[in-house]
């Protein structure tokens, strides 16, 4: 190994979007066409990772009780998550043509889902003003940090989030079985009213 430099351990990413960059995606997003538009309204409206939104399928969908539903193989701490579907998210939802039976199939034949990641993002970038570079998982750490300013509870934002490693963790986690399904509801109620005001004014 003698000649090999040492490799820096990596930096927390820190990248949270002001409001008005917020704004500027959100409003894009709303203009572009299917799947990335969607996609990017999706990921603003619930915090999700970029694949667990590319792989939903309108089966998820619970309708009688509102609740989107992630089975345990397609989210990262392998637990099914169930996400309210307040109204900002059903409009997105219902402004989605139905293929099969994914939300956001692929248009290539070698694959399933949408999976055009880093070009779809380059073009719909192109055609922002005003917005430093950010990463897509960027609006997941920024949707934590709104429930934040609008006064969701910690514990709250981390069942939005389907962290489990949080404030409800360990012996916790064992014996509080509580879903928190209303407090969330509340929470993307709030949400909702916070999305709405800012690509208004």
């Known amino acids: 190994m003698q000649g090999v430099r040492g490799f820096k351990p990596a930096k927390a990413r820190e990248r949270v979007l002001s409001d008005q960059e917020l704004k500027t995606i959100m409003r ?11 996609i990017v309204e999706v990921l603003i ?4 990772r970029r694949g667990e939104v590319a792989n939903l399928e309108w089966s998820f969908i619970d309708d009688t009780d509102n609740v989107l539903v992630l089975p345990a193989d397609l989210v990262k701490n ?5 996400i309210p579907v307040g109204e900002g998210l ?6 989605i043509p139905r293929i099969n039976r994914y939300l956001f199939p692929s248009s290539h034949e070698k694959a399933t889902v949408f999976n055009g990641w880093g070009k779809a993002k380059e073009r719909f ?11 897509l998982h960027d609006l997941r750490r920024t949707f934590a940090t709104t429930h934040a300013r609008i006064g969701t ?20 986690a064992v014996y509080n079985r509580h879903t928190y399904l209303e407090e969330m509801r509340k929470a993307v109620t709030a949400y909702d009213e916070y999305l709405a005001k800012l690509i208004s004014d």
């Open 28 to 38: 894009h997003a709303m203009a572009s066409p299917f799947p990335f538009g969607r």
């Open 45 to 48: 409206r619930t915090g999700m």
């Open 78 to 82: 392998n637990r099914t998550h169930s």
């Open 90 to 95: 059903a409009k997105t939802l219902a402004s």
């Open 125 to 135: 970038d192109q055609e922002l003003e005003g917005v430093l570079a950010y990463t």
């Open 153 to 172: 509870p910690i514990h709250v934002t981390e069942k939005l989030l389907n962290h489990v490693s949080g404030t409800i963790s360990g012996v916790a």
